[in-house]
């Protein structure tokens, strides 16, 4: 897979300003001489897709784009359920989307940023450096009396040109050694890591030498993200104290948001995009269960 690195590697420069975006700085922002090409990825796991959601609502001109099929690449025996999208296809979708050379970027889904820390992630990994995420999504708009529509823009082509790699990656072996000469975290909820229960993959428990870390404390009760400073404890407390920090999860997406907390931290990690769903094709691979790394 293009950009995959074989070992752990340093993390690269933070994203400059915040990631996030407030509901009220996105509304000042569309107001504006350049408004941001605005972009909807709301998913769940299991379904149904999100294309529905998008139908019955919308921020004023997004556009939908599917995780499942345009933020992944179809899935193949040793890979996990959400592998790298292909980038000439990516650059398709995105030009269709209306983005730009020159275009910010601002990727949102229902509440949480589950799905769209996924897409910001993403475009990122693929030379967009404008990139910026609604905290507290759609809910936040609403609450914020932006204007929902139901009408499918026809925005411009644009003429983006993508790279595949501008960020680092893991694949499972750089994940196993980072575990041990560096900080893990694995971002599924703690019943997952400690393999009581697998509602997805085939095989239950983590990484040897991965520490819990799920996203659902990366965020307040509203759904947005917690201040800098709080984040900031959260992931010194967990071991990120000036090592190299990989995340993984189930397929990718959740320690997409994990990064995105981190970002908003001020601190970078790098992901495994394979995560535990392509740990677990290699039956070689080393399986812990319980509240231990191992």
């Known amino acids: 897979m293009t950009g995959r690195q074989t070992a752990a590697v340093p993390p690269g420069p933070p994203t400059p300003g915040s990631p996030l975006v407030s509901a009220h700085e996105l509304r000042e922002r569309c107001a504006g001489d350049h408004p941001p090409v605005l972009l909807d990825v709301r998913w769940s796991l299991g379904g149904p897709p999100g294309r529905g959601d998008y139908d019955r609502g919308h921020l004023p001109g997004a556009v939908f784009v599917d995780l499942d099929t345009e933020l992944a690449a179809p899935r193949t025996p040793t890979s996990g359920r959400h592998p790298l999208p292909d980038v000439a296809a990516l650059q398709r979708v995105l030009r269709a989307a209306g983005v730009g050379r020159t275009s910010s970027v601002v990727v949102y889904d229902a509440r949480d940023a589950t799905s769209a820390a996924r897409g910001w992630w993403v475009l990122r990994w693929a030379g967009l450096t404008d990139v910026a995420v609604l905290d507290g999504g759609l809910a936040a708009w609403i609450e914020a009396r932006g ?16 790279r595949a790699g501008a960020l680092p990656v893991l694949d499972a072996q750089a994940a196993a050694a980072l575990a041990r000469s560096g900080l893990l975290l694995d971002a599924r909820a703690g019943e997952r890591y400690r393999g009581e229960v697998e509602p997805v993959d085939p095989v239950a428990g983590h ?11 990366n965020l307040g009760p509203d759904g947005r993200f917690l201040p800098a400073q709080a984040l900031r404890a959260r992931f010194t407390a967990l071991g990120a104290d000036g090592r190299e920090v990989g995340v993984y999860c189930g397929s990718g997406v959740t ?6 907390a981190l970002a908003v931290a001020g601190t970078d990690g790098v992901l495994f995009p ?3 769903s392509e740990w677990v094709t290699d039956s070689r691979r080393e399986v812990v269960t319980g509240s231990s790394p191992g």
């Open 207 to 217: 990484v040897p030498g991965a520490v819990s870390a799920p996203t659902a404390a």
């Open 255 to 260: 320690a997409a948001h994990e990064l995105l």
């Open 147 to 162: 204007e929902v529509s139901t009408a499918e823009p026809s925005p411009a082509p644009g003429d983006v040109v993508l």
């Open 274 to 276: 394979g995560s535990w």
